[in-house]
């Protein structure tokens, strides 16, 4: 029996219209899974926009294909958590007991631990890598400068959210148990399991687009100054529409997906790690992953309050963007001012919000997934 009225339906349709007739983005999707079933699957506006090689606009469906940022990171941590399940692997092993070469013995990054990584302690959020993404592609490019990267501060003392690092951490911890590149491990474990038929971690060599072309905003007040990095969101979008980047693979930032696999795969999450007959996790290491490891007010890469699981962000802050007064069981994560995923195993509840319109992070984006998982959540509690 459907959870949701047509009433209320109707009015989270009416929502997520209106994000798009004012200009929030140019395309969208939004899906929602109750009680394992799939109870919304919205999508709308133009997939291609501001693109100038088309020659005309392509309409944003359901099975239209995203770049999904940092909501990649719950699915490269999955494969990590699989391996747990397996046995290879536990949490509070050192990273150098898997890959010896990632740290001096003896030295304060030696004692980093599988569980650092995940919890976003670990102490190298941030390296030259992360601006040169020429150089993502190569992946023993990448592994030779985490290598050689020290600790800005003691593994599992400070939690600094590590945008593009956590990825290749994750990914080469994976290669080193398995044997297998996170591209494959996470399709095997995770992907095609649950029947997530649009989404992996980047474009492979026999898939090809149509991927959504992203659109970076200015912001709407205007008065902030821009973090370091990439560039403006403009830049951003550019460099993550390009070929090279879809190809890439990038495990903390270049998922290409859609908004009804995310929340499947969250729906399987909420529900313990199985979904369908298809189990990806055992439900202890669920209940571990979903648990709250590391918490601060002022997070040292974004400046605000975080709080951590192992592979996902918990709910519970005034910064996040699971909706207004979040239960803190809510767990999920969001990816660069453009999308969102969520689950409230509580209520068996799954969400995700996937737009191709980059907009100011704490402010803009976090408002309007904000307030259309409101409006889910009051659809689904009426």
């Not at 959504?212 to 008065?223: K, N, S």
């Not at 996937?354 to 009051?378: F, I, M, P, Q």
């Amino acid at each position: 029996m459907a959870r949701i009225s047509e009433g209320d339906r109707q009015r989270v349709r009416e929502l997520f219209e209106r994000h798009l007739e004012v200009g929030l983005h140019h395309g969208a999707q939004c899906a929602v899974y109750v009680d394992g079933e799939l109870e919304l699957d919205l999508a709308g506006g133009q997939a291609n926009a501001g693109d100038e090689s088309s020659e005309s606009a392509l309409p944003t469906t359901p099975d239209t294909r995203h770049v999904l940022f940092s909501c990649t990171k719950p699915y490269a941590a999955a494969a990590l958590h699989a391996l747990v399940c397996d046995g290879a692997l536990a949490y509070d092993d050192r990273v150098v007991d898997h890959w010896p070469s990632f740290a001096e013995a003896g030295s304060t990054k030696a004692s980093t631990t599988v569980r650092h990584v995940l919890s976003h302690t670990a102490g190298l959020p941030s390296g030259d890598i992360d601006r040169r993404p020429e150089l993502w592609d190569d992946w023993a490019a990448v592994v030779e400068r985490l290598e050689a990267m020290e600790p800005v501060s003691p593994p599992g003392k400070r939690p600094a959210y590590h945008s593009l690092t956590f990825g290749w951490l994750v990914g080469e911890l994976v290669r080193r148990v398995s044997g297998s590149p996170i591209e494959r491990v996470v399709a095997d474990r995770v992907f095609d399991p649950l029947e997530m038929n649009d989404t992996g971690i980047g474009l492979r060599d026999d898939e090809n687009g149509p991927v959504a072309t992203l659109t970076g905003f200015d912001a709407f007040d205007g008065c902030r100054d821009l973090e370091e990095g990439l560039g403006g969101h403009a830049e951003i979008a550019d460099s993550f529409n390009s070929e090279a980047i879809h190809r890439a693979v990038i495990p903390a930032a270049n998922g290409i997906g859609t908004a009804r696999d995310m929340a499947r795969f969250y729906a399987c999450l909420a529900n313990g790690g199985e979904l369908d007959g298809a189990r990806i996790l055992d439900s202890e290491v669920v209940e571990t992953v979903t648990t709250l490891w590391a918490a601060t007010d002022e997070d040292g890469t974004l400046g605000r309050p975080s709080r951590y699981g192992l592979g996902v962000w918990k709910g519970g802050t005034s910064t996040d963007p699971f909706g207004s007064l979040t239960p803190s069981r809510v767990f999920g994560h969001s990816g660069l001012g453009s999308s969102v995923g969520w689950a409230d195993p509580a209520e068996n509840i799954s969400f995700a919000y996937v737009t191709n319109g980059v907009r100011e992070e704490t402010y803009e984006h976090v408002t309007r997934a904000s307030a259309l998982g409101d409006a889910v959540r009051l659809a689904v509690s009426g």
